[in-house]
């Protein structure tokens, strides 16, 4: 058994962690459940021992009876890989580029002197192997797998030693629901085959849901509530807790939109192809669809169906190969002029990554005008553009840095608005946000499209929040629309088995409460 | 790996190709006659030009190219107009002096500098670093020829170590030959081994703040072992590259080094051929440092490859 109790952290003077006391139980899943920046991880630092340089930390972490916070780094050392393992959140990253993959798991056995060479190395055959890696030979290098094989990896390594404790931290967050499924049902089985106890880090309800035995709710660095599963997600005493719970099932009012017969972009037999040394590869292929005005259309899909390279081409940002994109009747191309350029605008996942950070948010968002010369009302679209989503004139002076992720995602969103378009690609748009965050950016857009009459193109891994704020919804699968219809009767009874199988893998909060 | 291998060398030839037309034009635009020159203002016409034909210098621009490119692939680089001597025998004993040189400045470079840069790395932000971190500091900005003075001072005049200048030959034994060049090489490595070690001291940070370092050290590894076994490798690949240039500078850039130290070297010889107007000696001298730097690059191009797996393309 792994106790902690009344750990509380500070690093360089700032309160992390206050209080923080769990119990996990061989053969059993603790969820830890909240929003980024409220002590999930560095909860599980603690645990490791890893906590960053100028951390003060207090209260205990008893391994079986053994004090963990007082341990010395070398008994830390021989306890992290061998009784405690760990998973992150980024598969993509969290392997060395340079090592083949047997050799990284092979190494969890070697440097705890479990294993000859030649053992190890058979071990990490068996260990890739139960992990579901059987067809992928040892001598494979990182970035020669896909993303979930790559967290595989990192499972077969962190279970090498058959650890008491697995520490996996958002391991399927970013990763599209089938690869998630999979890898969920995968932790599922090793808790319950190899008897470890699971310390489960998420900030996705539905996950803990539909995994966890125990719930422990964090705020701001204490633990909120906690107790067993079903208990804490149907009982929510406390009030955060039903925060959570609300903002991820939140259903943005739409009814003041006002949806016109009017087709507004229409793809027809659109196909975009990369040329490649074994011939044309179609990531887009023969795809047909119309989208009105004042609708919004969902487009779901696992990585790799061709979904960013059809928002590419309806973007006019590369040639088609085959079909036409047209908006409101004039062809869409890389070739087009600006007046038609102006009227689709979008709006990117990451609210950290697409701002120059040497940019004031004035020109930040009026980087739009930058082909054609600014208008001469600027300033005055600028405050428009920043009011319609929610933040202050002044906030033009800024630097992106300044604001928080909620809030780069509005200054993104005034930067599409500025142009006064008709059509926005919101492209994976909220994925990146908490729950509340979310809810509150997908109510500030049902209000601008509702005001201002547009069109939405929501391209989403999440299927909860595209059925949430969708009229219609497209599924693609291999560069194809494998099913089109009305987003609720798509999620009822859908007709295509790929949709019934992504449908499937979502976890949801459904039946809960 | 052969796919990658085949594209690197059609790149290298196609590099060269360039680089030999540019030389070759650019020394054709050039104002000035070397028959000209070397006759005085007041030879005979006839008698320049006998001596142009003699010199190779008659006929088409494309001829002439012709023909110094074919001479210059059966190692034939024409005659010298002021030393009246082959040039590849020329310029073959200099680089007996220079190429060494680089070398071993470069060898000196690399063996201060990675492990100093790895040392500042994993003691980062403490007392010893920033010590570190000045003296590289203080090793970029002093120039190299004052501290190339200092070295004989100290170590040739005072100490009588090592001599103050001058080359005896290879054919003096290797040993002398290795001790004439100690010095110069010394005061070519400082700034390099400086800026080498402030490369690697940052590659090595940035390597140990990526995930898989964390990772690493989940699975058990200590600071030192994920150093080691993971940081040290993937910081190498920047460190290659700045490797690759400095070879390259090293050994065109060494002129004033030489001449500090009166080693008679490539850089020299370039020198005294360019105030000379001996054009064939500057052609293909200039030719020989780019194909040296070419060769370099394609070198350190293999050695990514061999580095980094993701460079590798699947058989």
Not at chain 1, 292 to 308: A, I, M, N, Y
Not at chain 1, 413 to 430: G, M
Not at chain 2, 78 to 105: D, K
Request: charged share 20%.
């Amino acid at each position: 058994m792994i106790s902690l109790s009344h750990l509380s952290l500070e690093i360089h003077g700032t309160p992390i962690l206050r209080d923080v006391s769990l119990t996990l139980v061989p053969g059993h899943i603790l969820g830890l459940v909240g929003e980024s920046g409220s002590g999930k991880s560095m909860t599980a630092l603690s645990l490791m021992g890893l906590l960053p340089q100028g951390s003060a930390l207090s209260g205990s972490v008893s391994l079986e009876g053994e004090e963990l916070t007082t341990a010395a780094e070398r008994r830390l050392c021989q306890l992290r890989g061998n009784e405690i393992g760990m998973i992150f959140q980024e598969p993509m990253t969290a392997l060395n580029p340079m090592q083949p993959i047997g050799a990284q798991v092979a190494e969890t056995l070697r440097i705890h002197g479990a294993a000859s060479r030649r053992e190890a190395r058979r071990i990490a055959r068996e260990k890739l192997d139960r992990v579901g890696l059987e067809a992928i030979p040892m001598h494979r290098y990182p970035h020669e797998l896909s993303g979930g094989q790559r967290q595989r990896v990192c499972i077969a390594m962190a279970i090498a030693l058959r650890p008491r404790l697995l520490i996996a931290d958002e391991p399927t967050t970013a990763l599209d629901v089938t690869t998630q499924a999979q890898i969920l049902n995968l932790l599922r089985e090793l808790v319950r085959d190899e008897g470890m106890a699971l310390l489960l880090i998420t900030h996705d309800l539905a996950v803990v849901a539909e995994m966890a035995d125990d719930i422990a709710v964090m705020r701001a660095g204490a633990v909120v509530e906690a107790g067993p599963a079903a208990q804490v997600l149907r009982e929510r005493a406390h009030p955060y807790t039903e925060a959570l719970f609300a903002a991820s099932g939140h259903q943005p009012d739409r009814a003041a939109t006002q949806l016109r017969e009017v087709p507004l972009l229409s793809v027809e037999r659109a196909v975009r192809e990369y040329s490649g040394r074994s011939g044309a590869f179609r990531a887009v292929d023969e795809v047909s669809f119309t989208l009105r005005q004042g609708e919004s259309l969902g487009l779901v899909g696992e990585s790799g169906c061709g979904k960013s390279t059809l928002t590419r081409a309806i973007l006019g940002l590369d040639p088609l190969q085959g079909g036409a994109i047209r908006l409101d009747g004039q062809p869409v191309s890389p070739a087009m002029g600006f007046e038609l350029r102006r009227r689709v605008q979008v709006v990117f996942q990451d609210p950290y990554g697409s701002f120059n950070p040497r940019h004031r948010v004035s020109r930040l968002i009026a980087e739009p005008f930058h082909l054609t010369g600014r208008p001469a009302d600027l300033p005055a679209r600028i405050t428009e553009s920043l009011t319609a989503v929610g933040l202050s004139p002044d906030d033009a002076h800024k630097y992106p840095h300044e604001f928080s992720g909620g809030q780069r995602q509005r200054i993104a969103i005034a930067r599409a608005l500025i142009t006064h378009p008709e059509l926005i690609v919101l492209d994976e748009a909220v994925s990146a946000l908490d729950v509340q965050v979310r809810a509150v950016i997908l109510d500030l857009l049902a209000r601008l499209q509702a005001e201002r009459g547009l069109s939405y193109l929501f391209i989403s891994h999440d299927l909860s929040v595209v059925r949430n704020v969708t009229d219609r919804v497209l599924v693609m699968q291999s560069g194809k629309i494998v099913e089109e219809g009305e987003t609720e009767q798509v999620f009822t009874a859908p007709r295509h088995p790929y949709t019934a199988q992504l449908i499937a893998a979502a976890p949801t909060l459904e039946g809960v409460g | 790996m052969i796919r990658y291998l085949a594209s690197r060398l059609l790149s290298l030839a196609l590099s060269l190709l360039v680089a030999s037309a540019v030389i070759f034009l650019m020394l054709e635009v050039l104002p000035g006659d070397p028959a000209r020159f070397m006759l005085g203002i007041n030879a005979q016409p006839d008698t320049v030009a006998a001596l142009r034909t003699e010199l190779g210098l008659d006929g088409t621009t494309i001829e002439r190219y012709l023909r110094w490119i074919t001479g210059l692939l059966r190692g034939e680089m024409g005659i010298s107009y002021t030393y009246r001597v082959p040039v590849q025998e020329l310029v073959s004993a200099r680089i007996a002096v220079s190429a060494p040189l680089a070398g071993y400045a470069l060898l000196l470079s690399t063996l201060i500098a990675i492990p100093v840069g790895l040392l500042a790395a994993a003691l980062r932000g403490t007392v010893a670093d920033y010590g570190i971190m000045g003296l590289t500091q203080l090793g970029i900005a002093i120039p190299n020829f004052w501290f190339g003075m200092l070295l004989v001072l100290g170590f040739a005049i005072t100490w009588k170590l090592f001599p103050s200048g001058g080359f005896p030959g290879w054919d003096a034994g290797f040993w002398a030959g290795l001790r004439a060049l100690t010095l110069p090489a010394i005061a070519l490595a400082l700034p390099q081994a400086s800026i080498l070690a402030r490369v690697m001291r940052s590659a090595v940070i940035e390597v140990l703040s990526q995930d898989f370092i964390r990772t690493a050290r989940a699975k058990g590894l200590s600071r030192t072992q994920a150093l080691t076994r993971h940081a040290l490798r993937n910081a190498l690949v920047p460190v290659l590259t700045i490797l690759g240039l400095q070879f390259s500078f090293l050994l065109a850039g060494a002129i004033i080094i030489e001449n500090v130290f009166y080693l008679p070297g490539l850089g020299r010889l370039i020198f005294q051929a360019i105030n000379q107007r001996d054009l064939i000696v500057v052609e293909s001298a200039v030719m020989l440092l780019v194909f040296a730097v070419i060769t370099v690059t394609f070198l350190t191009d293999i050695a990514y490859g061999l580095a980094d797996p993701r460079l590798r393309r699947r058989k």
